[in-house]
């Protein structure tokens, strides 16, 4: 089974909109991390922004926040105010626990298109 | 440099061919990573190390995939005998822990296989 999903291969949005970027996750282990990183044309993967399986609020970054709905296995990313700069790949991943430490599964990504 | 420096940025060799390319973390991060992405999709994982040692290689396709990381900074990722499958962008990142923290990627290195 994929351990991470986005089923939006493309999406658009209007300049100064919010937007939201969907990501399910399949995991057994209850320690887990969930990333976004955003990747624009140019290539550079982008760290944007971080969820821990137990932390007890959604996480936010300026513009960026995380819609983490556990039972759901939902991480999904939220961008407010979009501005034309937004446009680029983004990608979910997730680092499950002690046993891959190390090693992130990443999904297929969701190309954003914002419009002015 | 401040970032993750890769090189080449881009390869193009023939079938067969051998080829290396070289990673050079963030200074003091421990952690690092080799990932491939291919066209339109996510970054696949190859192989981690932590220090000099390979914690995770389970992500190299096959024995012609190799990488090293003798001195636990620089890291080599070998490919022998390449084929034209192996054309993607390899992705090297660091990380201040293999536990802990964001990744920090460099801009990768497109390797091309005629």
């Known amino acids: 089974a994929q351990k991470i999903t986005q089923t939006q291969p493309g999406m658009f949005v209007q300049e100064k909109e919010a937007v939201t970027l969907d990501c399910t996750y399949d995991?057994?282990?209850?320690?887990?991390?969930l990333f976004w990183y955003k990747q624009p044309s140019s290539g550079e993967m982008i760290f944007l922004i971080y969820?821990?399986?137990?932390?007890?609020q959604n996480a936010t970054e300026g513009r960026y926040s995380l819609n983490f709905q556990k039972a759901r296995k939902s991480a999904n990313l939220v961008i407010s105010a979009s501005q034309l700069g937004d446009s680029a790949m983004y990608f979910c991943?997730?680092?499950?626990?002690?046993?891959?430490?190390?090693?992130?599964?990443f999904g297929d990504g969701t190309t954003l298109t914002v419009k002015p | 440099g401040a970032g993750v420096s890769q090189t080449p940025s881009n390869k193009v060799t023939e079938k067969g061919k051998y080829v290396e390319l070289r990673c050079d973390p963030i200074?003091?991060?421990?952690?690092l990573y080799w990932y491939r992405q291919s066209l339109g999709q996510g970054p696949e994982f190859l192989i981690y190390?932590?220090?000099?040692?390979?914690?995770?290689d389970s992500g190299l396709p096959n024995d012609r995939f190799f990488a090293v990381r003798p001195e636990g900074s620089v890291s080599t990722l070998k490919i022998q005998r390449t084929e034209r499958g192996d054309s993607a962008v390899y992705l090297c990142?660091?990380?201040?822990?293999?536990?802990?923290?964001?990744?920090?990627f460099g801009e990768g290195s497109r390797l091309t296989v005629l």
């Open positions: 990142a660091s990380s201040f822990q293999a536990n802990t923290g964001e990744l920090f």
């Open positions: 995991t057994s282990d209850p320690s887990y991390g």
């Open positions: 969820q821990g399986s137990y932390d007890q």
């Open positions: 991943a997730m680092r499950e626990g002690s046993t891959n430490a190390g090693k992130s599964t």
């Open positions: 200074s003091g991060h421990t952690a």
């Open positions: 190390f932590q220090g000099t040692g390979a914690a995770d």
